[in-house]
């Protein structure tokens, strides 16, 4: 694409040294510009972009976009915020391609990766292709294998790339999942969202976002953005949805969805068994059962949540069934990878994403049985969620052994020590402290018996683990085939 065909169609400030060269890519990472691509100078919490542009300009940067002018001689587009004009550059040079398509975006604390999952498998159910993008990485369809992805939701040029391919490979719709970092930082601005889903909202990110408050603003930005014609779909259970809800124009249409309170669609007769959940759909005069191989409540919210969109996109509720009841668990969500004992592992790292899955673990524990949890928190992320979660994994659980998650540059014996701080008794012969997630997972052996079941709760679906100098091949399901062996 031609220079000036994008200076005429984002807003600069300046010009300077302009040539109308060819760009054939967009960077923002000095070590792997390609040539004659545009350099955009991104500023982030620890790296300034400006500080690198000399380094892409000899790797063969062609232009540069950036919020100051820079001493070297090629075209430089002056911004306000490299960061917001960064999705306007990939929108103009990827052609918009969201708005030849049907783009659905599901944000909140936690269920994003479920329930995208759900709406690619409905949408497939009814004979429609439709692709996904999200935390496990993207694929066109639910049979093919995910291509590698570096956040939830993508940075904008590759999001845009992204919606390009799927729209060249003929799928129109699109269902990804929208992180509240995403929304702050202008990674979906330009993408035309058709629906958009909000799941919940409990304490994660505070690291970044500070208050709830900026929390809450950051994932209603999805929703302000939706118009006349666009679907919202909005669990009523949660406390922050009347506050949604008010944010969202009177002309969109609105699908609100519970268990508890009186919601458009709803869950009723809840009935959990060893293999899934059970309950009555109801939506307007119709009532219709569903039983899933999907475990605890979080399931039942997730899957009217997936149930919510399909019915938004005109999709019958018997083809939503249909899909809904051949689906099993999503790769590192509630993820049972051994029986005898049972071992289980999931993504949570929050509290309510640990209070939920560890209540979905008691149900599937014999009463005579113990339910054992091993976890960690993040470093370099929100400490104080570390004793919250400590607290609620020592009420809920009758042991627990307190690891490391992705420690990265703090130490993780202060993370462990964060966590102790919660709990109101420390029993040795219930609480028991391993850094070494490796070793951890041993220990969860030795203090476990057959008829147990054994949460690993923090990684799920992540097959590394990050440490202070290096980032080393690290998968909770490849580690309980080591210790425990497979089943038999």
Do not use: W
């Amino acid at each position: 694409m031609d220079l000036s065909n994008i200076v005429k169609n984002i807003k600069v400030k300046e010009v300077l040294n302009f040539k109308d060269v060819d760009i054939k890519g967009i960077s923002y990472n000095s070590n792997t510009i390609n040539s004659h691509e545009i350099f955009v100078c991104l500023k982030g919490e620890h790296v300034d972009g400006h500080n690198f542009a000399q380094n892409a300009f000899e790797k063969g940067a062609v232009a540069l976009m950036c919020e100051r002018p820079l001493n070297i001689e090629i075209p430089q587009l002056i911004v306000e915020s490299t960061q917001e004009s960064i999705a306007d550059l990939a929108a103009v040079f990827y052609h918009n391609p969201s708005y030849e398509l049907n783009l659905m975006g599901v944000t909140g604390t936690n269920g994003k990766t479920t329930v995208a999952h759900l709406v690619q498998k409905i949408f497939e159910q009814d004979r429609k292709k439709c692709a996904l993008i999200g935390t496990l990485g993207y694929k066109f369809s639910s049979k093919d294998d995910y291509l590698e992805a570096k956040h939830t939701t993508p940075q904008a040029p590759q999001m845009q790339e992204t919606l390009q391919k799927i729209l060249k490979a003929d799928v129109l719709n699109v269902i990804t999942e929208v992180s509240s970092h995403a929304l702050e930082q202008y990674r979906v601005k330009n993408c035309n969202f058709s629906t958009a889903i909000f799941t919940n909202l409990t304490q994660d990110h505070l690291d970044y976002h500070i208050t709830m408050d900026n929390y809450f603003n950051a994932k209603a930005k999805l929703f302000k953005g939706l118009k006349k014609g666009n679907n919202a779909i909005v669990n009523n259970d949660d406390k922050y949805s009347k506050r949604l809800i008010d944010v969202i124009d009177k002309e969109v249409n609105i699908i609100t969805y519970g268990v508890k309170n009186k919601s458009d669609l709803m869950a009723k007769n809840v009935e959990f068994m060893h293999d899934g959940v059970a309950f009555d759909c109801c939506y307007q005069d119709k009532t219709m059962p569903f039983k899933l191989h999907l475990n605890g409540m979080f399931s039942v919210y997730n899957s009217l949540a997936a149930i919510g969109v399909g019915l938004a996109n005109g999709i019958k509720l018997e083809i939503i069934k249909e899909a809904l009841e051949d689906t099993r668990s999503v790769a590192g969500r509630f993820e049972i990878v051994r029986t005898n004992p049972m071992v289980i592992v999931d993504y949570a790292h929050t509290p309510d994403g640990l209070e939920n899955i560890l209540r979905a673990a008691r149900e599937l524990t014999p009463k005579n049985a113990n339910l054992i949890c091993m976890f960690g928190c993040g470093g370099n992320r929100d400490c104080t969620k570390r004793p919250k979660m400590g607290k609620i994994a020592q009420q809920l659980c009758d042991k627990i052994i307190i690891t490391s998650d992705n420690p990265r540059q703090e130490d993780p014996q202060q993370i462990i020590t964060d966590i102790l701080s919660g709990l109101s008794l420390i029993n040795p012969k219930t609480v028991f402290v391993e850094a070494d997630r490796h070793l951890a997972i041993k220990l969860l052996k030795d203090i476990s018996c057959e008829n147990d079941v054994l949460v690993l709760a923090g990684k799920g679906h992540e097959d590394y683990q990050i440490l202070a100098d290096k980032t080393i091949h690290f998968d909770d399901r490849e580690e309980v085939v080591k210790v425990f062996g497979k089943n038999e």
